[in-house]
């Protein structure tokens, strides 16, 4: 239980009439309840309970003994007794508080808080500790509902027990742990004598021994091994620390009230434990300490110089004989309540400790404090937040030896038993990376916009952008692990699907994570039917390569009336994103200009600037840079239309930089006999030089073009047909139509 009993229960409780059998089990129960021996009267209790359910005597007391060990069950049994008997116990109100603190219920836990301070005399001294409580859930809700990125996961069933485990200490090397525990395997649990007492505490717990356990993998341990021996004393035993390059152990031992030993390595076990001297060891209680890694100061907590033995942290340093000297109060961390279990970062400028003061959850918290080495004192401590701390007692936080992640002792619910031992992890981003398909085709489809978001565990919003890039169609993003994510994804602005995806919890900065998008989108657009074109740094100038490459678009788009495109301006992330698309706007109508000039229709031709907000490569080289300061053509499809197929006049690729056309580009033929020959193309092109295409009237138009001549072969619904051929700048044509055939030749010379 966090805190012992603060309230004696009412002991005359009118019991009902029941069998002799039972009542001699809730003797036994409040026996043992009564010596706050709560595991012993649970078995007990539940034996009356079994023959008389509706028993409101033993399901409250039950429910309080629970509260060690089931805080659900303990206020499922606590609620039900006061249903049967609304006055069960004088003081069922303020359990009711405690076992609703322990479930999160704050606001609940306030208003038992309430009014069983209602109840009191005013100047019973109880309401003073009922102010506290209620203070403590005032800082638990403000805490919980402002969690941190953090990953809290429990040892596992090889370390933890029904019992307590805690005060975790790690080799240098993270390989070894070794703990407290006092569950079944410790000394003497099952020898002859623990009827009499034996090994069995006050309370009817095993008296705690010190383990050992070696890692097998990251989440694995072996089957720990007792380190009684010679370490054990006559009551508990607990680890504290290892440091001398783990030859040597600090512990603390059960004698005096509660002192600080330690032991030494030799081959492979720990010599009998040597008690540290009269200044830091007293006739009050010492619970833990730390020793700095240089061997000169240690930090210790003890109950010898409070007025009410509360614990508080004293720093002592080595004399100049190599014993400790005498303490001084560490100043700006003790409260009037405990501090306990000082530990600082490798570096010395961190104090992680935990209190029962200060804002806490409730019982003990863990705050740390960073040092002002200007003002020579530590800084005002700060709770370390949920999930770290939680309602109830969290304590023995422990840095790994590399410092990225820690231990820490704590009783919280899903746990196994008592105080369990738990690594805690800060949540690290994970690298999402993949492409996104065509759920029709499986073809990958660049440009799409994939936005991911989600929230921090306080609620902020998350929100993290990639463009799957030319060609590839990959894409990739670095988000916060450890959440869903809402993934919207989208083409031109809009919407195509949004799907959840939960992204795994990460706790290094290299983990990777696969994920590939399907989508019901066809990606029809030929954004790649022309070339790019290129700009200087800050510049929308056309260079002479661009000013080639749009003579060509101009040719196309002369051959293709019916085509339609996008001038679309880019830059690279050198400026702001104000700047940056008002560059690409430059750049985008420097090359529209340019196309009207040529006599290509301003109704042709749509501009459009992204700025710096589609990168077709990461903005980190030079090079980069460059592919990234460019304009490029996109062919507008007409909605519900087939995409159109471009005749360029041969077979030649479009994608890349921009280049002089071919020879074969420069004798495609503008002009034939039969003026249906330059309406717009829409079919399929053919392969080797050909291509077949029907005009909107239904003529059909063969081309085969190579490197001697082009021939074109057209043939209308009604019959007409004609042939032209062109070679070594000769027009050879010939029609056919209703009135007979004509001849036509012509020497282009």
């Known amino acids: 239980?966090?805190?012992?009993?603060?309230?004696?229960?009412?002991?005359?409780?009118?019991?009902?009439?029941?069998?002799?059998?039972?009542?001699?089990?809730?003797?036994?129960?409040?026996?043992?309840?009564?010596?706050?021996?709560?595991?012993?009267?649970?078995?007990?209790?539940e034996q009356v309970l079994a023959a008389e359910p509706n028993n409101a005597l033993a399901l409250f007391r039950a429910g309080v003994s629970?509260?060690?060990?089931?805080?659900?069950?303990?206020?499922?049994?606590?609620?039900?007794?006061?249903?049967?008997?609304?006055?069960?116990?004088?003081?069922?109100?303020?359990?009711?508080?405690?076992?609703?603190?322990?479930?999160?219920?704050?606001?609940?836990?306030?208003?038992?808080?309430?009014?069983?301070?209602?109840?009191?005399?005013?100047?019973?001294?109880?309401?003073?500790?009922?102010a506290q409580l209620i203070q403590h859930s005032k800082n638990a809700k403000v805490q919980f509902s402002t969690p941190k990125d953090i990953f809290v996961k429990n040892l596992g069933p090889t370390i933890n027990t029904i019992h307590s485990e805690h005060s975790p200490v790690i080799s240098a090397d993270d390989k070894v742990l070794l703990f407290t525990s006092r569950g079944e395997n410790v000394t003497g649990a099952n020898s002859g004598n623990t009827k009499k007492g034996g090994n069995l505490a006050s309370d009817g717990e095993y008296f705690e021994d010190i383990f050992e356990a070696k890692r097998i993998s990251d989440d694995e341990w072996e089957k720990p091994r007792s380190l009684s021996g010679v370490l054990n004393g006559k009551g508990h035993d607990a680890s504290i620390q290892v440091y001398d390059n783990d030859t040597?152990?600090?512990m603390y031992r059960q004698d005096e009230n509660g002192d600080l030993f330690y032991s030494e390595k030799t081959g492979g076990d720990w010599t009998p434990p040597k008690k540290l001297n009269g200044n830091i060891n007293t006739s009050a209680f010492e619970s833990?300490?730390?020793?700095?890694?240089?061997?000169?100061?240690?930090y210790f907590s003890t109950g010898k110089y409070s007025e009410d033995n509360t614990l508080d942290i004293y720093v002592s340093t080595r004399s100049g004989n190599g014993d400790w000297g005498k303490p001084k109060p560490v100043t700006g961390i003790n409260t009037k309540y405990d501090d306990d279990s000082p530990y600082l970062s490798k570096d010395g400028k961190t104090m992680y400790f935990s209190s029962r003061g200060l804002n806490t959850m409730g019982g003990y918290d863990i705050f740390k404090s960073t040092y002002d080495s200007i003002g020579r004192k530590w800084g005002r401590p700060e709770n370390m937040g949920y999930p770290i701390n939680t309602p109830d007692d969290d304590t023995y936080y422990r840095l790994s030896p590399d410092g990225t992640y820690a231990y820490l002792s704590s009783y919280r619910i899903g746990g196994y038993g008592e105080k369990d031992i738990y690594t805690i992890n800060y949540i690290k981003?994970?690298?999402?990376?993949?492409?996104?398909?065509?759920?029709?085709?499986s073809t990958v489809i660049p440009g799409v916009e994939l936005v991911f978001s989600g929230t921090q565990a306080d609620q902020t919003a998350l929100s993290y952008r990639d463009v799957t890039k030319p060609g590839t169609g990959d894409y990739q993003v670095s988000v916060l692990s450890g959440r869903p994510y809402q993934v919207a994804i989208s083409v031109d602005g809009k919407n195509i699907i949004t799907e959840e995806f939960q992204v795994p919890v990460a706790t290094t900065d290299s983990t990777i994570v696969e994920k590939n998008f399907y989508v019901p989108y066809v990606d029809s657009s030929n954004v790649y039917a022309f070339k790019k074109i290129y700009f200087e740094t800050d510049k929308y100038a056309l260079r002479p390569e661009s000013i080639t490459e749009l003579d060509r678009i101009a040719s196309i788009l002369k051959a293709n009336p019916g085509v339609n495109i996008s001038v679309e301006g880019h830059c690279d992330s050198r400026n702001t994103d104000e700047y940056n698309m008002t560059l690409g706007d430059n750049r985008s109508t420097a090359a529209y200009k340019y196309l009207l000039r040529k006599g290509i229709s301003d109704a042709r031709l749509v501009t459009a600037s992204y700025g710096e907000r589609r990168p077709a490569a990461p903005n980190d080289t030079p090079e980069n840079m460059q592919l990234n300061r460019r304009v490029e053509f996109r062919v507008i499809q007409r909605e519900g239309e087939p995409a159109p197929v471009l005749n360029t006049g041969n077979s030649t690729t479009t994608t890349g930089t921009g280049t002089t056309p071919t020879t074969s580009q420069a004798a495609a033929p503008t002009t034939t006999t039969d003026s249906s020959a330059t309406a717009a193309p829409m079919g399929t092109a053919l392969p080797d030089g050909k291509?077949?295409?029907?005009?909107?009237?239904?003529?059909?138009?063969?081309?085969?073009?190579d490197d001697e001549k082009v021939k074109i072969k057209?043939?209308?619904?009604?019959?007409?047909?004609?042939?032209?051929?062109?070679?070594?700048?000769?027009?050879?044509?010939?029609?056919?139509?209703?009135d007979g055939k004509t001849k036509v030749k012509t020497d282009n010379n």
Not at 70 to 88: C, H, T
Not at 695 to 705: S, Y
Request: hydrophobic share 35%; charged share 30%; net charge positive.
């Open 429 to 441: 981003n994970a690298t999402i990376r993949g492409k996104v398909f065509s759920m029709r085709d």
């Open 248 to 250: 040597k152990m600090l």
């Open 691 to 705: 291509a077949k295409v029907k005009t909107a009237d239904g003529t059909t138009i063969k081309t085969k073009v």
């Open 714 to 738: 057209t043939e209308s619904p009604n019959g007409e047909e004609s042939k032209t051929k062109a070679k070594n700048g000769e027009i050879d044509s010939k029609v056919k139509d209703a």
């Open 1 to 45: 239980m966090k805190a012992s009993c603060a309230f004696a229960l009412a002991a005359a409780v009118a019991q009902p009439a029941m069998a002799q059998g039972t009542r001699k089990q809730l003797k036994t129960a409040n026996k043992f309840f009564s010596q706050e021996n709560y595991r012993a009267s649970i078995p007990f209790y």
């Open 288 to 298: 833990d300490a730390y020793i700095t890694p240089d061997g000169q100061t240690m």
């Open 66 to 130: 629970y509260m060690s060990f089931d805080k659900e069950k303990a206020s499922d049994y606590i609620y039900k007794a006061q249903r049967l008997k609304p006055k069960v116990s004088k003081d069922v109100e303020y359990w009711l508080g405690r076992v609703d603190h322990l479930n999160y219920n704050f606001d609940e836990a306030i208003t038992h808080y309430q009014t069983y301070n209602a109840t009191l005399k005013q100047k019973d001294t109880r309401k003073a500790e009922l």
